[in-house]
């Protein structure tokens, strides 16, 4: 989701423009430096953790090699750091698990993470969308990353269709919307990738088409999104594999907003989430939302958390 200033006008959800520099980039730094650190030490202490590798010159070796691939990944991050945020970025974001109908600006990027915690595992949600200019983005979504933690601690992984949907997955995405008033647009796109096994023959092709009509109200502070799904089982496991997406957000005051998505379906993927916005400066956004799953669908109940970045000031 994306909130608007008082003073903009209709569909200033998409409109709110402005250059981005952190207050404080050196403390984004610092925290980089001690990520990094933290991760050398980990990998330092697993490799010493094995017996063979307990000796001198072989000691020194392995602390060396640990040392230089930490170096070398602060120095990639760093960069991508000022790539990322040296520049003006503008967004494009789904509501919980559906699009909002926004269009990322072109040449502009955007990132948004989601955390699903149920009550045996975490699910991870990443999305980086690119403007590509007359009403088209495209982007990369990472879904399915995570770990259960009962009753034993272990990554999320399925390859087998015949267990459900498959996960981890990375996948591009393309949409395009088209403008029809101030208070209606319409946009169609879609997500397309493989998941992420580590056998070539288990790999399949994941897939979700989509098409929305997104009504602005409010002077365009607030917004309905409906429209139809087409998936496969790849995707969200047995179950249906078409039906209709739901959404809402409604501005209640400067920092806080309603909103909410439904899936229907009885699929892995056919839930609703329930829940609201709250702007925790003026360019980060805190959601979270209760999941309910629709009868019959695998999915058990959770709790959905997201941060959003934004380019722009909220309010």
Known sequence: MVCKDGGQEPLAITRVWQKWRFSAPQTHLWLIKVWFSASTFVVIIATFAKPENVGGKRKNHILNQARMTMKRNYLYLVSIFFVLFSNDILGQQNLFNIPSGDITNSKKIFYQHQLN?????????????????????????????????SPEWRALLNDDPNKGALYPILMGTLQKQFKI??????????????????????????????????????????????????TNRMFVGNGSTFGAQLGYEINLSKRWYLMGDWISGNNDSSVGVFGGMYNLTKRVQLCAGLLVPNPNTPKPMGIVLELNLLGWDAF
Do not use: P, T
């Not at 602005?216 to 917004?223: A, E, T």
């Open 181 to 230: 008033n101030e208070h209606f647009a319409i946009n169609v796109g879609g997500q397309g990738g493989y998941n992420l096994s580590n056998k070539l023959a288990n790999k399949e092709i994941n897939y979700y088409l989509y098409g929305i009509g997104i009504y602005y109200f409010m002077k365009g502070k607030s917004r309905i999104v409906g429209g139809l799904y087409q």
């Open 117 to 149: 915690l149920y009550s045996d595992k975490l699910e991870s949600k990443a999305h980086l969308v690119y403007g590509l200019g007359k009403g088209w983005d495209a982007g990369i979504n990472l879904v399915g990353k995570g770990f259960y933690f």
